[in-house]
């Protein structure tokens, strides 16, 4: 057993999220089953609340393939989905869950003893994130014989202006309007703007669960963060994930007041940009731990620490937030960000991941580390991977290049 395994301190809300995880993919798979109810499929920074507000039981494929990541398969079956001419540099994530329908698998049954994600009646996909999300939801709404709607709202921003919220809004209300026609339904706007609420108030709460970790030492590190982000991108909107980060910001606040370390002895706070690196979380996790560096910062997480609601129309808070998310914004915009997301957190160091099949979320390639490092007088660090497919990342290039960047932040001491 090595020094990881002995020290490392459970957080206690990890039950409560596994029991939230598997009521939501139960009841994801009885209203697939159900015919008086409906599913949509939705992209993690989609119009969840409008779908919900429907009464739709709302499923998110990304988390598909990040699970796909986690169970270090991804690699496996993304050469099914070459076969039908997706690329291997295409998202990792699409070609996965690609893979995985052509096979008839999914880690959900041994997880859940359900058959698989649901069958889907309605996918809605916005391109705020990415072109690829567009190609996945067609392959599946073909495949599933279900409709398709997309939001294709302004990319790359400045600043998010009065316009480009209007014209996400009438996006919005056509989306609305088409589902209305398609499945006979009148969406009730009470309903609407008390799901745009209670979304606004789990994301709040998880934005200063996020924060907890700007104390010294941190209570919590990047890797916890991923796990126990989950709950604000499936369950926008719902009590139960809200119950849930007030329990876990609260264990978080007394692990603050009491001292406890994510990384006892911590010496380094270190900040990821970029995807994670799915397969292999428990080795990076561990190599940061040995090495007495906490993760307490990243891009990723906060993607869905979104500015609160402050009561006005529900679909202009939809569409400002949809837009001003960072992987959205232009590069002066996501280098102020990271620059005062470096001084909040008080970080040594950051790490860029250049996810291969990502390059959307990916900004190591434009030099944007490099006039950090300049101008913050900061180490850096670009570690080359992808998120869910091992054929790009090497294990023991990446801990080799991970040492080296803490001797380098040695050096500086
Ligand atoms: S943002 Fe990246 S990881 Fe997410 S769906 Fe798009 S290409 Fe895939």
Same mark, same amino acid.
Request: glycine residues 6%; proline residues 5%.
């Given at each position: 057993?090595?020094?990881?395994?002995?020290?490392?301190?459970?957080?206690?809300?990890?039950?409560?999220?596994?029991?939230?995880?598997?009521?939501?993919?139960?009841?994801?798979?009885?209203?697939?089953?159900?015919?008086?109810?409906?599913?949509?499929?939705?992209?993690?920074?989609?119009?969840?609340?409008?779908?919900?507000?429907?009464?739709?039981?709302?499923?998110?494929?990304?988390?598909?393939?990040?699970?796909?990541?986690?169970?270090?398969?991804?690699?496996?079956?993304?050469?099914?989905?070459?076969?039908?001419?997706?690329?291997?540099?295409?998202?990792?994530?699409?070609?996965?869950?690609?893979?995985?329908?052509?096979?008839?698998?999914?880690?959900?049954?041994?997880?859940?003893?359900?058959?698989?994600?649901?069958?889907?009646?309605?996918?809605?996909?916005?391109?705020?994130?990415?072109?690829?999300?567009?190609?996945? =939801?067609?392959?599946?709404?073909?495949?599933?014989?279900?409709?398709?709607?997309?939001?294709?709202?302004?990319?790359?921003?400045?600043?998010?202006?009065?316009?480009?919220?209007?014209?996400?809004?009438?996006?919005?209300?056509?989306?609305?309007?088409?589902?209305?026609?398609? =499945?006979? /339904?009148?969406?009730?706007?009470?309903? @609407?703007?008390?799901?745009?609420?209670?979304?606004?108030? @789990?994301?709040?709460?998880?934005?200063?669960?996020?924060?907890?970790?700007?104390?010294?030492?941190?209570?919590?590190?990047?890797?916890?963060?991923?796990?126990?982000?989950?709950?604000?991108?499936?369950?926008?909107?719902?009590?139960?994930?809200?119950?849930?980060?007030?329990?876990? @910001?609260?264990?978080?606040?007394?692990?603050?007041?009491?001292?406890?370390?994510?990384?006892?002895?911590?010496?380094?706070?270190?900040?990821?940009?970029?995807?994670?690196?799915?397969?292999?979380?428990?080795?990076?996790?561990?190599?940061?731990?040995?090495?007495?560096?906490?993760?307490?910062?990243?891009?990723?997480?906060?993607?869905?620490?979104?500015?609160?609601?402050?009561?006005?129309?529900?679909?202009?808070?939809?569409?400002?937030?949809?837009?001003?998310? =960072?992987?959205?914004?232009?590069?002066?915009?996501?280098?102020?960000?990271?620059?005062?997301?470096?001084?909040?957190?008080?970080?040594?160091?950051?790490?860029?991941?250049?996810?291969?099949?990502?390059?959307?979320?990916?900004?190591?390639?434009?030099?944007?580390?490099?006039? @950090?490092?300049?101008?913050?007088?900061?180490?850096? /660090?670009?570690?080359?991977?992808?998120?869910?497919?091992?054929?790009?990342?090497?294990?023991?290039?990446?801990?080799?290049?991970?040492?080296? =960047?803490?001797?380098?932040?040695?050096?500086?001491?």
């Amino acid at each position: 057993m090595g020094e990881t395994a002995l020290k490392r301190v459970e957080i206690e809300a990890a039950g409560r999220l596994r029991a939230l995880m598997r009521r939501y993919f139960l009841d994801l798979d009885e209203a697939a089953k159900d015919p008086g109810r409906r599913v949509a499929w939705c992209t993690s920074v989609g119009p969840c609340e409008i779908l919900a507000a429907f009464g739709f039981a709302v499923y998110f494929p990304e988390n598909h393939g990040a699970l796909l990541g986690t169970k270090k398969i991804s690699h496996e079956i993304i050469p099914r989905a070459a076969g039908l001419g997706y690329s291997a540099e295409a998202c990792s994530y699409m070609n996965s869950d690609i893979g995985c329908d052509l096979l008839g698998c999914s880690p959900l049954r041994a997880m859940y003893g359900i058959d698989g994600p649901p069958r889907p009646d309605l996918l809605v996909y916005s391109t705020n994130q990415c072109r690829d999300v567009q190609e996945w =939801f067609h392959y599946f709404g073909h495949r599933h014989e279900a409709m398709v709607a997309g939001l294709r709202p302004p990319r790359h921003l400045g600043e998010v202006t009065a316009e480009h919220v209007a014209d996400v809004r009438v996006q919005l209300e056509r989306l609305i309007e088409q589902i209305e026609i398609r =499945f006979e /339904l009148r969406l009730d706007r009470r309903r @609407l703007r008390e799901t745009v609420e209670r979304s606004s108030r @789990l994301s709040v709460l998880w934005g200063r669960v996020l924060d907890t970790a700007r104390h010294r030492p941190s209570p919590l590190t990047f890797w916890d963060m991923l796990i126990h982000m989950a709950p604000v991108i499936l369950m926008r909107g719902s009590e139960e994930a809200i119950a849930y980060y007030e329990a876990l @910001l609260a264990e978080m606040e007394e692990r603050n007041a009491s001292g406890a370390a994510a990384v006892p002895g911590e010496r380094w706070r270190i900040y990821w940009e970029g995807m994670p690196v799915w397969p292999r979380l428990r080795d990076l996790s561990e190599k940061f731990f040995d090495l007495r560096a906490a993760v307490v910062a990243s891009t990723y997480c906060n993607s869905w620490a979104f500015e609160p609601y402050d009561g006005g129309d529900p679909l202009d808070w939809m569409a400002r937030t949809s837009l001003a998310i =960072f992987i959205n914004r232009d590069e002066a915009s996501k280098e102020r960000f990271l620059e005062q997301t470096f001084a909040r957190f008080g970080v040594d160091g950051a790490v860029f991941h250049n996810a291969r099949t990502c390059p959307n979320n990916t900004n190591s390639r434009y030099g944007m580390p490099e006039r @950090l490092r300049e101008r913050l007088d900061l180490p850096v /660090l670009v570690l080359d991977g992808d998120l869910s497919d091992l054929r790009f990342f090497s294990t023991a290039q990446s801990m080799t290049n991970i040492e080296a =960047f803490i001797e380098q932040m040695e050096g500086r001491s």
